[in-house]
């Protein structure tokens, strides 16, 4: 049914679970797996905000970035290893987490996006809206939301 499949992830308990069933799916299907993290790129904060000492070192806020996404990216590799399934990783860095999640799945010509929905509701996912809920508003791609 579905051949190549985008599962995206934040590291957060719920992706994991979105994680585990999307490489599921993908070893029932015998699909390939791109697995994506989005980082947001870097944006000098204002003064007050941080450590005085964070302020000017785009390479170290990069650096961290990277290697928090890297460590979310090589345990999917991992997991998808062990059920068999094929996996590419891959790092965004966007400020439009969704549109990122989309130019991804398109780029990567996959047929099924699974991503968490944590579940803000009411005013709190009024104010945040929802990366999940732009996702599934912008996108002609499947979307399997696991929650």
Not at 44 to 51: D, Y
């Amino acid at each position: 049914m579905y051949r190549s499949i985008l599962i995206v992830s934040d590291g957060s308990p719920l992706s994991e679970k979105a994680v585990k069933a999307g490489l599921r799916m993908a070893r029932d299907f015998g699909a390939k797996v791109t697995a994506l993290n989005v980082q947001a790129p870097y944006q000098p904060p204002i003064a007050g905000e941080v450590p005085a000492a964070f302020l000017h070192n785009p390479t170290e806020y990069d650096k961290l970035v990277r290697e928090a996404s890297e460590k979310i990216l090589d345990a999917i590799a991992e997991a998808a290893s062990v059920a068999g399934v094929s996996c590419e990783t891959v790092t965004e860095f966007d400020h439009s987490i969704h549109k990122a999640i989309i130019r991804v799945a398109k780029s990567y010509r996959c047929d099924l996006i699974v991503m968490a929905s944590h579940g803000h509701g009411g005013i709190k996912g009024l104010l945040l809206g929802s990366e999940t809920t732009k996702v599934l508003n912008h996108c002609q791609i499947p979307v399997l939301v696991h929650r």
